[in-house]
């Protein structure tokens, strides 16, 4: 029996790595997040530009490689994309849809990356916007070309720009 103290370590390690994972769980849900999501109003006026693809991930603008500690945007799904004078609608596939209002857009670009997937330059959509006081980025991989998505969206944010390349 050369190999029962190995045994009997690995087996006691188990519940104590179980225990150190719930803690650092618990720890990350504590930070807090930017709130809830705006729905959209019932009357968004007219659709400026739209496009459809994959919503990838929403994180925190100075943390590109972290989520956003909002519930209901932790997952990838398909979603389409709808830009009003008065804001962004976003409609995921799954039934959560949420609104960015123009006051609160801080930009539109591309990038190359964000959580789990990286792609060829400008390749993902990213919007950049407050969620109550934290500012983030959704990122989408867009089905077609995003550009006039872009430009539409630059157009309705505070004080536009020229669209830039986001990190």
């Not at 519930?71 to 804001?87: F, K, N, S």
């Not at 950049?128 to 872009?150: K, P």
């Not at 505070?158 to 830039?164: G, L, N």
């Amino acid at each position: 029996m050369p190999n029962l103290p190995g045994v009997v370590i690995a087996i006691a390690s188990v519940p104590v790595i179980l225990v150190v994972l719930l803690l650092a769980i618990r720890a990350l849900g504590r930070r807090g997040g930017p709130g809830s999501l705006p729905a959209p109003p019932a009357e968004p006026g007219p659709v400026l530009a739209e496009a459809e693809g994959l919503y990838l991930a929403t994180s925190p603008r100075d943390r590109p490689l972290e989520r956003a500690r909002i519930p209901e945007l932790l997952y990838r799904d398909r979603a389409a994309l709808t830009v009003h004078p008065g804001g962004v609608r976003v409609q995921r596939r799954d039934g959560v849809t949420f609104w960015v209002p123009a006051e609160h857009i801080v930009g539109a670009g591309r990038a190359t990356f964000t959580i789990d997937r990286g792609v060829e330059p400008g390749g993902l959509t990213v919007l950049g916007w407050r969620a109550g006081d934290s500012a983030v980025e959704s990122s989408f991989r867009l089905d077609h070309d995003a550009t006039a998505l872009i430009e539409a969206i630059e157009s309705i944010r505070p004080s536009p720009s020229t669209p830039k390349e986001l990190p």
